[in-house]
């Protein structure tokens, strides 16, 4: 089995437009690094999942428009 950790699919960013791309990689960096600095544990886990829900919110608010827009 391989020693790749199963959260980081939840960071790529290839998919979303170009003008998106830019926040979502922000968040894959700080992910690979969290994942090279700490042991794999539940702690880590679940750091890693705040940060992919803030990720999510980061692009979120990146395509955010106000009522009436």
């Known amino acids: 089995m391989s ?5 980081l699919q939840f960071f790529a960013y290839a998919h ?4 998106l791309q830019p ?3 922000k968040f894959a960096e ?3 690094w969290v ?3 700490l ?4 702690e880590r886990t679940a750091c ?9 919110c980061a692009v979120r608010a990146a395509i955010y428009k106000e009522d009436g827009e």
């Not at 042991?39 to 539940?42: G, S, Y």
């Open 3 to 7: 020693d790749r950790e199963p959260m």
């Open 16 to 19: 979303l437009k170009p003008e």
């Open 23 to 25: 926040t979502s990689a």
């Open 30 to 32: 700080i992910a690979e």
């Open 35 to 37: 994942v090279s600095l």
């Open 39 to 42: 042991p794999r544990n539940p």
């Open 48 to 56: 890693l999942r705040k940060l992919v829900e803030a990720k999510d």
